[in-house]
């Protein structure tokens, strides 16, 4: 079994940063082995993929959310991050950890965390 568990999120005003970290249990090749990737979902819209990382370290970005936001992981540690800044009120949102398969221009979720909360707002 793959266990995500996502930790960081809260309440910021407009502007302002937040790192979201994700710690995977179980074995660290099998981290290593995975592509990871960052969504987010509020109510009554799709959910979007803001980021991913390939088990090679590259990263792709969605126009929303490109030159704000950086996904990196720590494959000792098994712990994946997402750093956002310059955030927006649009931001807020439920975001989630996942782990799957993907390349440079596509990604597939196979395991989900439980999302932590984020809230941009003055």
């Known amino acids: 079994q793959v266990q995500l568990l996502e930790s960081g999120g809260g309440l910021v005003q407009p502007g302002g940063s937040l790192r979201l970290s994700c710690a995977a249990s179980?074995?660290?090749?099998?981290?290593?082995?995975?592509?990871m990737g960052w969504y987010r979902q509020v109510p009554g819209k799709q959910r979007e993929l803001v980021a991913h990382?390939?088990?090679?370290?590259?990263?792709t970005y969605p126009p929303s959310v490109k030159g704000r936001f950086t996904i990196s992981r720590d494959n000792a540690k098994s712990t994946l991050f997402l750093q956002m800044n310059a955030l927006k009120p649009e931001d807020t949102a439920d975001y989630l950890c996942t782990s799957g398969r993907g390349g440079y221009n596509i990604y597939y979720a196979d395991y989900w965390g439980q999302g932590t909360q984020v809230t941009v707002s003055s």
């Open positions: 179980g074995n660290r090749d099998a981290f290593r082995a995975n592509a």
């Open positions: 990382i390939t088990t090679n370290g590259a990263a």
